[in-house]
């Protein structure tokens, strides 16, 4: 569970997010929507631990974040995937190995297959939709407890994003995940999230 207690971040005299609270339940599809600069990809960086809160509480699992034993359970995709100019996706799948021991890295290669995307062509040819069929299937093959998607529908053309949105579903129900999603597609966090929220001005006001 995801407990989030009047949390606030600033950057400089600029107040990112101001008490925010909220609570993500076990196994559920959390859909988080806001316009652009509301805090949505701040909050996300906060949960996984990149940033620290300056005021209030996160906890995951009863575990006061930042963690370390706790960050090895999330899986955080930006918006804007970092990787090595030269990696290929069965490189990137190689290196997230390392660093999650349970990462299916079969299943992971069958993903690539599906989404027709060439595991030994160089990552940096990809457009960016392609790119992000490719970290998506990393994500779900980690097999983390958490997974934490920035704009993950962006970039996606329809039939994929119905794909994506068939594989998070099953990965909260077969893998018991815990799948938080920021968006500002409505249409797609209707059809794929368990529960809603919306983020405006650093505030939670819809929930």
Do not use: W
């Not at 300056?54 to 930006?78: H, L, N, Q, T």
Request: charged share 25%.
């Amino acid at each position: 569970m995801i407990e989030i207690e009047n949390i606030s971040k600033r950057f400089g005299n600029f107040t990112c997010l101001e008490q925010v609270s909220l609570t993500i339940p076990d196994e559920s599809i959390y859909g988080l929507a806001g316009e652009n600069g509301a805090g949505k990809s701040t909050l996300l960086r906060l949960l996984a631990g990149v940033y620290r809160v300056d005021e209030g509480v996160i906890r995951i699992d009863g575990i006061r974040m930042p963690s370390a034993a706790v960050k090895k359970e999330i899986f955080f995709m930006p918006d804007q995937q970092y990787y090595d100019r030269n990696a290929t996706p069965l490189t990137i799948g190689n290196f997230y190995r390392i660093f999650y021991p349970d990462f299916a890295m079969e299943e992971y290669r069958y993903l690539l297959e599906q989404f027709g995307l060439n595991e030994n062509a160089l990552a940096d040819s990809f457009s960016k939709g392609m790119k992000k069929q490719m970290f998506i299937a990393a994500a779900i093959c980690a097999n983390t407890k958490y997974l934490f998607c920035d704009e993950v529908f962006d970039g996606l053309d329809p039939q994929i994003r119905k794909t994506v949105n068939e594989l998070l579903k099953s990965a909260a129900t077969g893998r018991k995940m815990t799948i938080l999603i920021v968006s500002h597609y409505l249409e797609e966090l209707d059809m794929v999230c368990t529960e809603k929220g919306f983020l405006h001005q650093g505030r939670i006001v819809v929930r």
